[in-house]
């Protein structure tokens, strides 16, 4: 069931939590052998949590829109009294003592947290392979990825196990896995959602956000996380912008790139003359030259970021005890994870940091005010998601730089603090699977509900 249906059938007396929960465990039970999303389930104190939220129903008393239910979150948001691993061998034995501000919220709300979901090791990879817990397989064809790192939080809402996940998006982790497995993600504005307790991966571009199965159910899904917070130095307070009836989109011509697959091409395509037939102003080739430097403005900043985030995990405070700091890094860590680490270390090292990571910096400034040229002149920009339909698993385990490439429409997004949705498209035969195609509709900064009010109109949700 939708969230949407989910609120309904508690609403009107239907459903009970407790029952909406169960069948979410037994969907998971059923099917999650396979697909490995989540890495830990908390059973039964959701269904006690269930039934409280079906007594303060009863008393008329309803916390929230999402009283009564179930959610799931990514292992790198912190729930206290429960291990948060970010997909890490390096936390495995790790207890989150407090909560993050998203987690205090949803409780607050009366949502039910079923588990933690699985995702690459530190939120860094595209496929969900890189998981100290294993690989996450994607529901509609196992021998795929469903992408990452959110792979667990994707997988788990296209399995229908659970009706909305929280994810993380530092370049690309909401949108790609929503993509690859057919549902809907939100990368939220710099700044919308606190990022207090999530474990950092690169703090200037992390956002936390919702992945559902419709537009409609990560619209709700958002608005029960979003807002200032004084725990996280980035948050902002949030603005509104205008409502619009239609909408003038572009298309930034660096976007139809050679590697671009003809079905996502063509989805574009046809998803534009739609738009345009119901009476919205397309602006083809747009040019945003900086679009084709963001895989390595990305590439070099992230690293640098990680190596300073990651320093802490010296096994010492938590994380593996080896023989010291390196045998204990040599252990913690994945093959991944230390590629980046090293990288960072590498571009920020001194003789260095001026070449590589301050050009960097520059950059990334340089093509944030070229998007914000770009919204003078359009309200949005519609692109694909990937360069590629989900890929099998195995494929680009041991070529980083095919991985890296693979984010190229998804990073500017981050760079430049922006929103973004990524919505299924279209459904295209392969072999036996149905797979996904989706797109992304970019807005300028606190566009979510122009995106969210776009998205409905292209959205083609699985059967
Ligand atoms: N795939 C990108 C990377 O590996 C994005 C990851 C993310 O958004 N957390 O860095």
């Known amino acids: 069931m939708t969230l949407e249906l989910i609120q309904q059938a508690l609403a009107s007396g239907q459903m009970t939590s407790v029952q909406v929960v169960s069948a979410c465990f037994e969907v998971i039970e059923a099917k999650d052998t396979d697909i490995n999303a989540f890495v830990r389930v908390y059973k039964d104190e959701a269904l006690v949590a269930a039934a409280a939220s ?18 799931a979150i990514k292992d790198n948001i912190s729930y206290q009294d429960h291990g948060t691993s970010a997909g890490s061998a390096m936390l495995k034995e790790y207890v989150a003592p407090y909560d993050a501000t998203v987690v205090a919220k949803l409780k607050a709300g009366g949502a039910i947290i079923i588990g933690h979901v699985n995702m690459d090791e530190f939120a860094m990879g595209s496929t969900g392979e890189s998981s100290a817990f294993g690989a996450t397989k994607n529901p509609h064809d196992l021998s795929r990825v469903p992408g990452g790192s959110s792979s667990g939080a994707a997988a788990a809402v296209a399995a229908r196990m659970v009706p909305v996940s929280y994810g993380s998006d530092t370049g690309g982790s909401i949108r790609q896995p929503a993509a690859f497995c057919g549902v809907v993600g939100l990368k939220p504005t710099y700044g919308a959602v606190s990022r207090y307790g999530l474990l950092a991966m690169a703090s200037s571009l992390d956002q936390i956000g919702p992945i559902g199965a419709t537009v409609a159910d990560v619209e709700v899904a958002y608005e029960a996380i979003k807002g200032f917070d004084r725990a996280d130095s980035t948050s902002s307070v949030p603005e509104t912008l205008p409502a619009k009836t239609s909408y003038r989109i572009g298309v930034p ?26 009476g919205h ?36 405070r938590y994380g593996v005890h080896g023989e010291g700091v390196a045998d204990s890094r040599t252990q913690g860590f994945g093959d991944e994870v230390k590629r980046r680490i090293m990288l960072g270390t590498f571009v920020l090292s001194a003789g260095y940091s001026d070449a590589y990571y301050k050009r960097a910096q520059t950059a990334r400034a340089a093509l944030t005010e070229q998007l914000s040229g770009v919204f003078q002149e359009v309200d949005v920009l519609l692109s694909p998601v990937t360069p590629e339909l989900p890929f099998k698993l195995g494929e680009k385990t041991n070529d980083p730089l095919a991985m890296y490439l693979s984010d190229i429409y998804t990073l500017p997004v981050n760079l430049a603090g922006l929103p973004a949705l990524s919505v299924p498209a279209a459904w295209v035969q392969e072999g036996n699977a149905l797979l996904p195609i989706g797109l992304q509709i970019i807005g300028p900064q606190w566009s979510e509900p122009w995106l969210c009010d776009l998205g409905k109109k292209i959205e083609v949700p699985h059967a």
């Open 54 to 71: 079906d007594a303060r129903r009863a008393e008329g008393s309803v916390l929230g829109p999402l009283d009564g239910v179930p959610v």
């Open 281 to 316: 102003t397309i602006v083809r080739d747009l040019d945003i030259p900086l679009l084709d430097q963001s895989v390595a403005i990305y590439y070099l900043i992230v690293p640098a970021e990680v190596s300073s985030n990651l320093a802490r995990y010296d096994g010492i």
């Open 253 to 278: 011509k660096q976007f139809y790139s050679d590697g671009l697959d003809v079905r996502i091409r063509d989805t574009l395509d046809a998803t534009l003359s739609k738009l345009e037939d119901e």
